[in-house]
C-alpha cells in the first residue's frame, strides 16, 4: 500500500494495535501486518518516529522491559490516548461511509 494512502491514519492505527494490550515495536508492526492481511508493512523509519512522536504527545506511554535478555520499550495506551483513539475511530467511520456513498452513488 502507497505511504501516502497512510496519511493521516497511522496514529489511529497504532493506537489500536496497542488498544488491548501495551507491546513492543516490533509486535506493534507484526499485529498491524498481521490485521491488515499485510498491506500495512510499516518500516522502521516510518514506525519508530510516529510512536515516539505519540509518546511526546501523551497518547502512548513506554517502559523498558527484558525478555531473554533484550531489553525492549514497551508501549501501551494512555487514558488520553484511549480518548484520542474513540474519536479517530468515529471519524473514521463517518469518513468512510461519506466515500463509500460517493463511490457507490448513493444519495
Not at 501516502?4 to 501486518?33: F, N, P
Not at 479517530?88 to 469518513?95: H, K, L, N, P, S
Amino acid at each position: 500500500m502507497k505511504a501516502e494512502t497512510l496519511k493521516g491514519h497511522l496514529d489511529m492505527l497504532l493506537l489500536a494495535a496497542v488498544q488491548a494490550d501495551a507491546a513492543h515495536g516490533y509486535a506493534i508492526a507484526e499485529t498491524l501486518r498481521a490485521r491488515s492481511g499485510g498491506a500495512f508493512d510499516l518500516p522502521e523509519g516510518t514506525l519508530y518516529p510516529a510512536l515516539h512522536r505519540l509518546e511526546r504527545g501523551g497518547l502512548l506511554a513506554s517502559r523498558w522491559s527484558e525478555v531473554g535478555g533484550r531489553r525492549r520499550r514497551v508501549y501501551r495506551l494512555t487514558s488520553k490516548g484511549h480518548r484520542a483513539l474513540a474519536t479517530q475511530q468515529g471519524e473514521w467511520v463517518d469518513f468512510a461511509r461519506a466515500v463509500h456513498a460517493v463511490l457507490e452513488g448513493i444519495a
